[in-house]
C-alpha cells in the first residue's frame, strides 16, 4: 500500500446533492476505483457552497487549505492536486497560491491539469460532446457556462472555434455572465437556419445554477428568451462530469502527475 501518497480532487463544489453525486462525486470514485493503493481525499474551493451545504444539510467539506493540512497531519509524503475545473481561471489560480504555500511541506507536490489544458484535450472535450448529444438535421446545440473572469473567455473562444473548424457548425459555446454572451448565441444559431435547440450547461455540474437560470420557467431564463425569440427549446440538464469520457480525461490527467511524481519536487501544469 503506497499511503503515503494522496491524491487530493479539488472541485469549485455543488450544492444540489442528487447532482453532486452524478458529477464530483463520480469523478472522486473513479480516481478511487483506479489508484486504490493511493488515498483519496477532496477540497471544494467555493466557500460560500461549503458553507450552504453544512448549514443545511450538516455536510462539511475542507476548503483546499484545510485538506492540505490534514494531508500534511496524516503524514503524507507526496501529493497530487487533480483539480476538476475546466480550465485556468480565477479560481483555478487561486486554489494554485493557496497549494503554493504547502510546497515545503511536502517531500513532492505535483498540480494537475484542468480539463481544457491542451489543444488535445479540448479535441476530446469536443468530439465526447458530439456523441453524447447527436444533432438532427434543424437542431442547434447551445453549451453555456457559468460567469466567466480572469481570462477565461479566450480559452471558450479557442473552444467554439475549435468546434467550427471541426466541422461541428451548429454546436456554440455561450456564457451566463460574459462572452459569447445570450444576444451572441442567438444570432449565431439564427444564421444557422436552426429549428430547434437543444441547451446544455457547459458546467461540470448542472446544479440550481443551470436549473435556474439556464432551464428555468422564468422569462429570464436562456431557454425562455429562446422561445420568445421563435426557437423551440429542449433542456439537457446534464453536467460533464456525466460523461464518461470526460472523467477519463481527468484520470489520465492524474496518471501523467504519477508518472512524473518522481522528477521533480514541485510542479504545475503537465
Known amino acids: 500500500m ?6 487530493l ?3 469549485y463544489g455543488c450544492s444540489h446533492e442528487r447532482m453532486r453525486a452524478k458529477t464530483i462525486g463520480r469523478i472522486e470514485a473513479d480516481i478511487q476505483k483506479a489508484y486504490p493503493e493511493y488515498l483519496i481525499s477532496h477540497a471544494w474551493t467555493s466557500q460560500i457552497i461549503r458553507r450552504k451545504c453544512f448549514e443545511q444539510k ?3 467539506i475542507p476548503g483546499v487549505k484545510e485538506a492540505m493540512e490534514e494531508l500534511f497531519r496524516r503524514g503524507i509524503q507526496q501529493v497530487v492536486v487533480q483539480q476538476t475545473h475546466l480550465l485556468n481561471g480565477l479560481e483555478n489560480r487561486r486554489m494554485i497560491e493557496d497549494v503554493e504555500t504547502f510546497a515545503e511541506d511536502f517531500s513532492q507536490l505535483i498540480i494537475g491539469a484542468p480539463l481544457l489544458a491542451s489543444y488535445e484535450d479540448k479535441r476530446k472535450v469536443i468530439h ?3 456523441e453524447e448529444i447527436r444533432l438532427k ?3 442547434a446545440l447551445a453549451l453555456v457556462g457559468h460567469g466567466l473572469k480572469g481570462g477565461e ?3 471558450l473562444g479557442e473552444l467554439g472555434a475549435m468546434f467550427r473548424e471541426l466541422g461541428y457548425e451548429d454546436i456554440f459555446l455561450g456564457s451566463m455572465e460574459g462572452q459569447p454572451d445570450f444576444q451572441s448565441v442567438l444570432e449565431r444559431i439564427r444564421r444557422r437556419n436552426a429549428k430547434h435547440i437543444l441547451l446544455t450547461p457547459f458546467m461540470i455540474a448542472a446544479g440550481k445554477h443551470a436549473e435556474r437560470d439556464l432551464c428555468g420557467e422564468k422569462d429570464t431564463s436562456w431557454k425562455s428568451r429562446f422561445e420568445e425569440a421563435g426557437f423551440s427549446t ?3 440538464l446534464k453536467g460533464l462530469g456525466e460523461y464518461e469520457g470526460i472523467r477519463q480525461i481527468f484520470a489520465e490527467h ?3 502527475s504519477l508518472r512524473i511524481l518522481n522528477k521533480q519536487s514541485f510542479g504545475a501544469y503537465l
Do not use: F, L, P, Q
Open 2 to 7: 503506497r499511503k503515503k501518497t494522496a491524491i
Open 9 to 11: 480532487v479539488v472541485s
Open 58 to 60: 450538516r455536510i462539511r
Open 128 to 130: 465526447i460532446i458530439e
Open 137 to 139: 438535421n434543424g437542431e
Open 153 to 155: 473567455e479566450e480559452t
Open 234 to 236: 429542449t433542456c439537457i
Open 254 to 256: 492524474v496518471e501523467d
